[in-house]
């Protein structure tokens, strides 16, 4: 009954989540630690390069979940539980938003030679704040997979390749 209702992601979905989290965790690796190192214009090239490119494959990712996916959870969980789910994936693409456009900004902005004062440093704090907001949703998110998995409903199974539930 359980794997009736559950709804399996399609491939181009799941390349899209996996591949994001490698693009994003490729993102966080290439960091800019400090706003002097924008001075190196093949590093401010690449990063805006890579944040618009971000930007774009996320908005196609939204539009294609929306368009043609649903969530995997079951029918009967509660009303609750199916509003904390959305609220922490929408809050997540908003943080990714969010993310890659005050990057590209504090890019623009550095490139037009605003390389100090309150504009910039709040657009930085936007970025970082982003961040800190990302990290919160994503160990939830991460923790809610782990107990679908061990509630063993189908949703762990209609996202994640290994581990793999076993539903009868
Ligand atoms: C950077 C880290 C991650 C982000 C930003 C992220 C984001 C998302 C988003 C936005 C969705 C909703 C479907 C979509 O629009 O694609 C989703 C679904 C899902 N994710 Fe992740 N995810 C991350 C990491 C993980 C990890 C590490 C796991 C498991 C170990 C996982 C398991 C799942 C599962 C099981 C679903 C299906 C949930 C449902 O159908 O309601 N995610 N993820
Ligand atoms: C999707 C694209 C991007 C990712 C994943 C990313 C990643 C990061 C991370 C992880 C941090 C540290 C945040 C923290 O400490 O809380 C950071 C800070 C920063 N990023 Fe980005 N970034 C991106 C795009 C950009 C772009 C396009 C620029 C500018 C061209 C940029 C400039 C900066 C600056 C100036 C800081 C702050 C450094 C400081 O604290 O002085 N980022 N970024």
Redesign the pocket.
């Given at each position: 009954m359980e794997s009736e209702q559950t709804q399996k992601y399609s491939f181009v979905?799941k390349a899209?989540?996996w591949g994001?989290?490698l693009l994003?965790g490729y993102g966080i690796f290439k960091q800019v630690d400090e706003l002097e190192q924008l001075a190196d214009q093949a590093l401010l090239e690449f990063e805006l390069v890579f944040a618009i490119a971000f930007l774009f494959l996320l908005v196609a990712?939204f539009i294609y979940?929306k368009r043609t996916q649903t969530?995997?959870?079951p029918a009967n969980t509660s009303k609750l539980q199916q509003y904390a789910?959305k609220i922490v994936?929408y809050g997540?693409?908003m943080c990714?938003a969010s993310i890659s456009i005050s990057g590209i900004l504090i890019g623009v902005l550095y490139w037009s030679g605003i390389k100090s004062g309150s504009i910039i440093n709040g657009v930085i704090g936007v970025h970082e704040f982003s961040f800190t907001l990302i990290y919160v949703l994503?160990a939830i998110?991460?923790s809610a997979?782990i107990y679908?998995r061990f509630l063993c409903d189908g949703?762990?199974n209609?996202?994640?390749p290994f581990w793999k539930e076993k539903l009868d």
């Open positions: 979905a899209f989540h994001f989290i994003f990712r979940m969530s995997s959870l789910a994936h997540m693409y990714l994503i998110h991460i997979a679908h949703v762990w209609s996202m994640v």
